[in-house]
Nanobody, 124 residues
Framework: QVQLVESGGGLVQAGDSLRLSCSAS????????MGWFRQAPGKEREFVAA????????YYGDSVKGRFTISRDNAKNLVYLQMNSLKPEDTAVYYC?????????????????WGQGTQVTVSS
């Protein structure tokens, strides 16, 4: 089973950028599609981005399309989320997760391993 640890969150101003990292343990990391989700207080967990196991395919939620970029480095067991032009509504805890299925997924129930999350706060 893959274990995940997110990092890179923090407090930034609107318009700033942040890069989140997700470090994965386990030799089978490169076999799995990965995803980023976020959850703000009082809201449901929201899909942010997904990437295929080989990094060749990506998919984004409508609210981040054009501003966020997901990538991965299988040699280092890392997944990244580059976040540009941040807005106050991007404030949330961000989680990375493993998708064990064969297709990219936007639904959190299709992911079976989660990190502890990293807080991103964007001030106006």
């Amino acid at each position: 089973q893959v274990q995940l640890v997110e990092s890179g969150g923090g407090l930034v101003q609107a318009g700033d950028s942040l890069r989140l990292s997700c470090s994965a343990s386990g030799r089978t990391f490169s076999n799995y599609h990965m995803g980023w989700f976020r959850q703000a207080p009082g809201k449901e967990r929201e899909f942010v981005a997904a990437i295929s196991s080989d990094g060749g395919r990506t998919y984004y939620g409508d609210s981040v399309k054009g501003r966020f970029t997901i990538s991965r480095d299988n040699a280092k067991n890392l997944v990244y989320l580059q976040m540009n032009s941040l807005k106050p509504e991007d404030t949330a805890v961000y989680y990375c997760a493993v998708n064990p299925e064969g297709t990219l997924a936007t639904t959190y129930r299709r992911y079976n391993s989660w990190g502890q999350g990293t807080q991103v706060t964007v001030s106006s």
